[in-house]
T-cell receptor, first 114, second 114 residues
Framework: GAGVSQTPSNKVTEKGKYVELRCDPI?????LYWYRQSLGQGPEFLIY????????DSGLPNDRFFAVRPEGSVSTLKIQRTERGDSAVYLC????????????FGPGTRLTVL | SQQGEEDPQALSIQEGENATMNCSYK?????LQWYRQNSGRGLVHLIL?????REKHSGRLRVTLDTSKKSSSLLITASRAADTASYFC??????????????FGQGTTLQVKP
């Protein structure tokens, strides 16, 4: 079946602009995760959804970052007033339930803030 | 914050040789997972080992886990040029909250020369 998809694959924006990044998880997966990966580093956790609710948003760096998953499937990561330091690859993953399950990652969105 | 420390940071071997990568972590875990990443994009899940397991195999991959030393190793036997990639260990240290939140190491870059 189809894997996790993310759109757009690349996003270039100017400092101060607003961006939305979309994640389509594997059908039926209730758990959804967002991670951010800077060049040369491992991914860093941002937020975890179980169904529609954000069960753990402890990784969001500040209040410019927000994510939603209104119907328990597609999720959108929203970044306001983008800064150059937000440039990274944003990765989405889903798993059938949580915890002991394998997480399946999408190809990522490369965000570049000029 | 990064929990996992991976060693070595970079590894270059000839095709047919074995490659061993090590990962150390700091807190108790629910499970530990190994991922492969090509060209800085999507991560491919390789293997998951639970905290009560000591060794797992999958094809040419062998993973060990020593919870007393808080360390794991990934062995790739009979390496191929196609194994060239970055390899990350990731720990689920979410405990009883069972969020599945993964904390990644910085990765080992493996080059397999034909």
């Amino acid at each position: 079946g189809a894997g996790v998809s993310q759109t757009p694959s690349n996003k270039v924006t100017e400092k101060g602009k607003y961006v939305e990044l979309r994640c389509d998880p594997i059908s039926g997966h209730t758990a959804l995760y967002w991670y951010r990966q800077s060049l040369g580093q491992g991914p860093e956790f941002l937020i975890y959804f179980q169904g529609t609710g954000a069960a753990d948003d402890s990784g969001l760096p500040n209040d410019r970052f927000f994510a939603v998953r209104p119907e328990g499937s597609v999720s959108t990561l929203k970044i306001q007033r983008t800064e150059r330091g937000d440039s990274a690859v944003y990765l989405c993953a889903s798993s059938p339930t949580h915890s002991t399950d394998t997480q399946y990652f999408g190809p990522g969105t490369r965000l570049t803030v000029l | 914050s990064q929990q996992g420390e991976e060693d070595p940071q970079a590894l270059s071997i000839q095709e047919g040789e074995n490659a061993t990568m090590n990962c150390s972590y700091k807190t108790s875990i629910n499970n530990l997972q190994w991922y492969r990443q090509n060209s800085g994009r999507g991560l491919v899940h390789l293997i998951l080992i639970r905290s009560n397991e000591r060794e797992k195999h999958s094809g040419r991959l062998r993973v060990t886990l020593d919870t007393s030393k808080k360390s794991s190793s990934l062995l790739i036997t009979a390496s191929r040029a196609a194994d060239t990639a970055s390899y990350f260990c990731a720990t689920d240290a979410s405990g009883s909250s069972n969020t599945g939140k993964l904390i990644f190491g910085q990765g080992t870059t493996l080059q397999v020369k034909p």
